[in-house]
T-cell receptor, first 113, second 112 residues
Framework: DAGVIQSPRHEVTEMGQEVTLRCKPI?????LFWYRQTMMRGLELLIY????????DSGMPEDRFSAKMPNASFSTLKIQPSEPRDSAVYFC???????????FGPGTRLTVL | DAKTTQPNSMESNEEEPVHLPCNHS???????IHWYRQLPSQGPEYVIH?????VNNRMASLAIAEDRKSSTLILHRATLRDAAVYYC????WGGGADGLTFGKGTHLIIQP
């Protein structure tokens, strides 16, 4: 298995632009998680899905952030409009079952100028 | 959620054993102890987990105190590739998927 795939690996954009991060979970996994990592706040959960349905989005910073999972093989995290404080590494993870091991992707390093 | 306490950093020499401690004095009876690690410029990866008994796998061993208020991750023979941030995380058994709550972890430095 290729593991969790994320794209792009690096994204540099200007403040105010829309940013879309993509994730392909491991085939057969029914849970998908989006995390953000910054120096100040460490790793924090943004949102997670079960069988493509968003279950808990309480970690999403504000309305500028949105996430979708149109099918079991694909999820997006969108920021519109982006701000410099959104600069971080965004990780996607998937698991089979709610409490089982989570497998993380390589992350997307986002820089908002 | 029950919290964990880990040293900010530890240093060890290559090919020597490493013992990474974690305190979790408020652990509940149904909390599993999980360890993940994050290598430089990579996403976190699972290392090991346990409930009450000590556990071994190909990566490491987990020693759990009898009262479960602390645990130790043991790398039997550290290599340079083991340099990473190690996170000790409590997860309820059979609970919902609340995601992983990462603390600051322990930054393990391996000297050649």
């Amino acid at each position: 298995d290729a593991g969790v795939i994320q794209s792009p690996r690096h994204e540099v954009t200007e403040m105010g632009q829309e940013v879309t991060l993509r994730c392909k979970p491991i085939s057969g996994h029914d849970y998908l998680f989006w995390y953000r990592q910054t120096m100040m706040r460490g790793l924090e959960l943004l949102i997670y899905f079960n069988n493509n349905v968003p279950i808990d989005d309480s970690g999403m910073p504000e309305d500028r952030f949105s996430a979708k999972m149109p099918n079991a093989s694909f999820s997006t995290l969108k920021i519109q409009p982006s701000e410099p404080r959104d600069s971080a590494v965004y990780f996607c993870a998937s698991s089979f079952g709610p409490s089982n091991t989570q497998y993380f992707g390589p992350g997307t390093r986002l820089t908002v100028l | 959620d029950a919290k964990t306490t880990q040293p900010n950093s530890m240093e060890s020499n290559e090919e020597e054993p490493v013992h990474l401690p974690c305190n979790h004095s408020t652990i509940s009876g149904t909390d599993y102890i999980h360890w993940y690690r994050q290598l430089p410029s990579q996403g976190p990866e699972y290392v090991i987990h346990g409930l009450t008994s000590n556990v071994n796998n190909r990566m490491a061993s987990l020693a759990i105190a009898e009262d479960r208020k602390s645990s130790t991750l043991i790398l039997h023979r550290a290599t340079l590739r083991d340099a990473a941030v190690y996170y000790c995380i409590l997860r309820p058994w059979g609970g919902g998927a609340d995601g992983l709550t990462f603390g600051k972890g322990t930054h393990l430095i391996i000297q050649p």
